[in-house]
């Protein structure tokens, strides 16, 4: 088996590379703008840390999805390839205050994560990456202009007949703006 991180592998053979391809379902990825995912290729390499009981994990993920625009709710193609670099750490087994201050101060730093077990599957990972790499508000394109707010047509592919107005009072709102800056001014 190649697709889970076993840390005793690790204490007793040395640093490892894993690599597995996961198909994940949408439910897992739980966020409801991806409409499609693509299997995610992820490639991993193990090593024990620098303090006791610590793993570091370092790798890459690659996926491709179908997003939903946040703007227009088209669906687009989405690209990602994300490097990670993970230190796994004994959870603290008792729950003294002391620490859980220092879970607390060490979850802090981004790529700290807490083991229970000593292992970790590959697909895990996969999937932590792919929720970490989708955006929070998605673009199908930097300048999408979304949907009208009236007839609720696509304006990045039709100018509807409501639109004019819309923008016309923008300018307007625009218009008093640098009057009254100008008066500022004076
Ligand atoms: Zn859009
Ligand atoms: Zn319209």
Redesign the pocket.
Known sequence: MNDIIVFDDIDKNGPRAYSGTFDLSLKEIDRPEVENVGPVAIEAKADRGDLPGEYIVDGTARFTADLACSRCAEPYPFANTSTFHVRFRPRPESSGEEEEEVEIAAAEELDVEFYSDRLVPLKDLALEQVQLSIPMKPLCDEGCLGL?P????NKSREA????TSIVDERWDALKGLRDQLKKKDV
């Open positions: 009208c009236v007839c609720g047509s509807c007949e409501c639109e």
